[in-house]
């Protein structure tokens, strides 16, 4: 009896101990200020809005964090209620993301074409080495750029496993709309290694929704 109640006494340090941590506005300067306040088990979530980013976030975030937009979760895409405008003149991916260990997800977030170069390394990138990633319920929407550009709308790399699940990919031409690249940059290590069936070492893209030209 004891051993059990020290055991829950511990659960519930553990749980008090995580944060949810809610950024002033959907803003670049709030929202790189509440990821940089996360520790590890916190969730940081983005509030409703639409806000043009003239540059882009980078973060390593710690094990076991969430970084969770507006959007509904029970809608493919989210709902467009968190938006992100790429007005960037950098080509750096506007949520560059490099995991760690533990769980990371990234979820409700919509990521939207303006006036922004070329994201060559994806509009969206999570790499680093987490085998828990879970990146759900986000649309990236290309079709508002102006001019048009080529830019990548996903690129997933270093070795991270988990699955992408219920996002909305909208463009005019949609080939390779997620790039995965685990290994360096044409994703060989991801190839050369065992196919590992019936393992948790896979990504699995599963229930997203593309609207374009395929």
Known sequence: LTGLLAVAAMAQVSTAQAA?????????????????QAAAGDTVRIPAGTCSWGSYLSWSPPPTVSLIGAGNLSTVGGGDATVIVDDAATGAPLLDITTTSGTFRLAGITVRGGSGRIKEGGMIYVGGSSTQVRIDHNHINKTTYSPQ????????????????????????????????????????????????????????????RLVGQV
């Open 20 to 36: 949810t941590i809610t950024a002033s506005s959907c803003a670049l300067s709030a929202v790189q200020s509440a990821v940089n």
């Open 149 to 208: 550009n080529f830019s990548k709308y996903m690129v997933l790399g270093g070795t991270i496993k988990g699955v992408v699940d219920n996002n909305l990919i909208s463009g005019g031409a949609l080939q390779g709309w997620i790039h995965i690249v685990n290994g360096g940059s044409t994703g060989d290590q991801a190839w050369a290694a065992p196919t590992g069936f019936g393992g948790g070492d896979f990504l699995f893209l599963e229930s997203n």
